[in-house]
T-cell receptor, first 114, second 112 residues
Framework: ETGVTQSPTHLIKTRGQQVTLRCSSQSGHNTVSWYQQALGQGPQFIFQYYREEENGRGNFPPRFSGLQFPNYSSELNVNALELDDSALYLC?????????????FGSGTQLSVL | EDQVTQSPEALRLQEGESSSLNCSYTVSGLRGLFWYRQDPGKGPEFLFTLYSAGEEKEKERLKATLTKKESFLHITAPKPEDSATYLCAVQASGGGADGLTFGKGTHLIIQP
């Protein structure tokens, strides 16, 4: 059983640029969610995808968008990067879209915006 | 707005010294309360889900309990490998796919 894998592990961008982060879900999981974790804070919910459609979103602006593919892998896209976007971005998969029972998290992508 | 407050922010214990971590929450209908462990440079790792007041769950040296306003994570005779940040999260019983609302965590250090 493979776990949740994210790429890249680290990324440095400049303000105003665009970035794409990638996630491969755990085998057999059909739901993926993305979280942003700033230094010293708990993870904050960005959105969730189930069967290639967004079915839940936190308090993040539209410049945060995503995709889920037929193989349940996922992308997080962030446009017009701001300094405050610097954070650890976590992907989590599960096999139940309504109840977040036992989310499996990847190790994250550390994004630095200069 | 759902809120989770964890205390203390940091806790340093000697090996074998038992203690408890607190998680206070406000939520518009609780679907579940979750405890996760996070090691440096890694994503959170699931520990427990609690659904209703009075529920308790145990795993090795950890025991989680739930009341209508708070949850406790009791650590009995901890070992250095228990050192980590412990995160508490809630999910509201809304109609849609609501994500988890996390607290800031308690950074636990167990000294040999």
């Amino acid at each position: 059983e493979t776990g949740v894998t994210q790429s890249p592990t680290h990324l440095i961008k400049t303000r105003g640029q665009q970035v794409t982060l990638r996630c491969s879900s755990q085998s057999g999981h059909n739901t993926v969610s993305w979280y942003q974790q700033a230094l010293g804070q708990g993870p904050q919910f960005i959105f969730q995808y189930y069967r290639e459609e967004e079915n839940g979103r936190g308090n993040f602006p539209p410049r945060f968008s995503g995709l889920q593919f037929p193989n349940y892998s996922s992308e997080l896209n962030v446009n017009a990067l701001e300094l405050d976007d610097s954070a650890l971005y976590l992907c989590a998969s599960s096999n139940n879209r309504a109840v977040n029972e036992k989310l499996f998290f990847g190790s994250g992508t550390q994004l630095s915006v200069l | 707005e759902d809120q989770v407050t964890q205390s203390p922010e940091a806790l340093r214990l000697q090996e074998g010294e038992s203690s408890s971590l607190n998680c206070s929450y406000t939520v518009s209908g609780l679907r579940g309360l979750f405890w996760y462990r996070q090691d440096p440079g890694k994503g959170p790792e699931f520990l427990f889900t609690l659904y209703s007041a009075g529920e308790e769950k145990e795993k090795e040296r950890l025991k989680a309990t739930l009341t209508k306003k708070e949850s406790f994570l009791h650590i009995t005779a901890p070992k250095p490998e228990d050192s980590a940040t412990y995160l508490c999260a809630v999910q509201a019983s809304g109609g849609g796919a609501d994500g988890l609302t996390f607290g800031k965590g308690t950074h636990l250090i167990i000294q040999p």
